[in-house]
């Protein structure tokens, strides 16, 4: 049973992606001054296609928005293709005209990560909570960089990547050697404190862990399982990450 949790299952990627942007630009033109978090991930760039699509075609003005970003490698500099940074530049902001005084990311150069995360935390606050924030979720449940451990911070905070993490994004960056064995994370509340969560899910490797987070225990094991508490969540799920959810 989902309490809290409508569930949106799509036929495919594309599908999934064109559902997600039709959520998340509905929310943005009943409230364009809004605060609204954004993740980064191979699963969000097909939505992030289509609202750029509906800002050429002038059907959706993300002008007036604050962008939160969920997370950032450490350390790692903005120029760095592989830094969430550059990401959200190149993949939204930039074709959307978002200037970088709209975006907030945490600063992966940061000298001191601790008091970055802190100051990231204060500026999340005094939005009063983001409209809808953006979560993908990683194989091994966690949502940012809120990996599975015996517990969870709430805070935004300067983590350790877990070892599947790592395996997982090396690709991006040629080697294991390249990759960051660190990141800023916004941390369990700043996500709770959304007034709406949009998890996207696209692919047969996250139906087992799609699964276990709406269905099954909730555990810091599974950081996603979480949102089971969470007073408004939208999944948006192709079939194959779907597959393995029994709602009867």
Do not use: W
Request: hydrophobic share 40%; with cysteine.
């Amino acid at each position: 049973m989902l309490c809290n949790i409508t569930l949106h299952i799509e036929d495919d990627y594309t599908a999934m992606s064109q559902k997600a942007a039709d959520i998340f630009a509905a929310s943005v033109r009943g409230n364009p001054a809004g605060a609204y978090g954004f993740a980064t991930g191979d699963t969000p760039i097909g939505m992030y296609k289509i609202l750029i699509d509906f800002h050429l075609k002038g059907c959706l003005d993300l002008s007036g928005i604050n962008a939160y970003n969920l997370d950032e490698y450490h350390p790692i500099s903005k120029n760095n293709p592989n830094s969430y940074y550059y990401f959200m530049r190149k993949n939204l902001y930039d074709a959307v005209g978002l200037p970088p005084t709209s975006t907030f990311i945490p600063c992966g150069e940061a000298a001191d990560p601790l008091k970055e995360c802190m100051e990231y935390d204060e500026k999340i606050t005094s939005t009063g909570g983001i409209d809808i924030q953006i979560l993908g979720i990683g194989t091994n449940g966690h949502i940012g960089f809120n990996e599975p451990d015996d517990k969870l911070n709430a805070a935004t905070h300067y983590v350790p990547l877990a070892e599947a993490t790592i395996q997982s994004n090396a690709k991006n960056f040629g080697s294991l050697h390249e990759m960051p064995r660190h990141a800023l994370t916004m941390g369990m509340h700043g996500i709770m404190m959304a007034k709406c969560i949009l998890l996207l899910a696209s692919g047969e490797k996250k139906a087992r862990i799609l699964n276990q987070a709406l269905l099954g225990p909730i555990t810091t094991q599974v950081p996603a399982s979480f949102l089971q508490l969470h007073q408004n969540v939208i999944v948006v799920a192709d079939k194959d990450a779907a597959g393995l959810l029994k709602l009867v």
